[in-house]
């Protein structure tokens, strides 16, 4: 019996990274290979005699996730009743976390309920799928124009809120300085701080306020910089995001997080999809038990109603 790891281990490295990839995902009708692909197969056996196994055994050592890199095995599914309707960004994170969980089948007119199918999964896609769902569970949408007032709630310490460091009349602004009573200049040296370091920052222990960097502040003419041209890129307002849930698990400990991303002269969608991201990124131990965001287009489906 051949060792598929070491099999796939030598065909990898005799085709190279890029030809490899194509030879798993990139397969003729019926998942056969392609003329190509079985020419490459008979150079590298010839080689490798030791490897030569039945095809239908290379079909088997091939199926594995593009994700992890485990086979795929066999499991029964139950069809069941459900929505369907979950947005192109539930499709996209699929296939970035979890391809192969082999779950969620749901009736629809292709498809009976009660009716058991065959699939095939990957163990560590599925253990991503729960961890994925055990967060979303913990994030929270709002409505866009729901009222609260943080200033006692952070004068209590009860929450930790994040915004963005843009002066004005703001939100974050009026909160800054209604629950630390900083006056503006105070308030301007700070947001001037994490703006020019293009790094998150935190008024804690002073009050449980954290800001992700503006990428256009002005504040009414002393200080007109433009410090980034356009919204920071998602990568960066993941990475600024991170901080701030590190300033949380580290220092604050707060059990729920505000993100407030409203009327700030930043894509609220890319602000919002960034802050899955960042979860997405960090451990289950890592989140506080409830973060809290306002509604935007592309999420507008997870809605639970405060009680
Ligand atoms: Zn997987």
């Not at 209590?156 to 503006?184: E, Q, R, W």
């Amino acid at each position: 019996m051949v060792d598929r790891a070491k099999l796939r281990q030598a065909l990898a490295q005799f085709l190279g990274d890029e030809r490899f990839r194509k030879l798993l995902h990139q397969r003729g009708p019926g998942g056969r290979l392609r003329h190509w692909q079985e020419q490459e197969w008979a150079r590298f056996t010839a080689l490798h005699p030791q490897f030569g196994v039945s095809m239908e055994e290379l079909l088997v050592a091939l199926r594995i996730c593009e994700v992890h890199g485990d086979e795929l095995l066999v499991d029964t599914v139950d069809v069941c009743r459900g929505c369907t309707d979950r947005g192109k960004w539930y499709t996209q994170v699929r296939k970035r976390l979890f391809p192969h969980a082999g779950s969620g089948l749901v009736a629809d007119d292709a498809l009976q309920e009660g009716v058991q199918l065959e699939v095939s999964y990957c163990p560590a896609c599925r253990k991503a799928e729960k961890e994925w769902q055990a967060k979303s569970v913990r994030l929270t949408f709002l409505r866009h124009d729901e009222e609260i007032d943080f200033v006692p709630l952070l004068k209590s310490g009860s929450i930790h809120y994040v915004s963005v460091a843009m002066p004005g009349f703001t939100v974050v602004s009026a909160n800054i300085m209604f629950a630390s009573g900083f006056d503006h200049m105070h308030r301007n040296d700070f947001m001037i701080a994490v703006n020019h370091g293009r790094e998150t920052g935190t008024l804690y222990p002073k009050v449980n306020i954290t800001l992700l960097p503006s990428p256009s502040a002005s504040y009414g003419g002393m200080d007109s910089n433009i410090y980034n041209e356009g919204d920071y890129s998602e990568e960066q307002v993941v990475a600024h995001i991170l901080d701030a849930f590190k300033a949380n698990s580290q220092h604050v400990k707060s059990p729920k997080m505000y993100f407030d991303f409203r009327n700030l002269c930043v894509s609220e969608t890319h602000y919002v999809s960034s802050l899955r991201a960042a979860m997405d990124q960090i451990t289950l131990e890592e989140l506080p038990h409830e973060v809290v965001t306002f509604e935007v287009e592309l999420y507008p489906t997870r809605r639970k109603v405060r009680g």
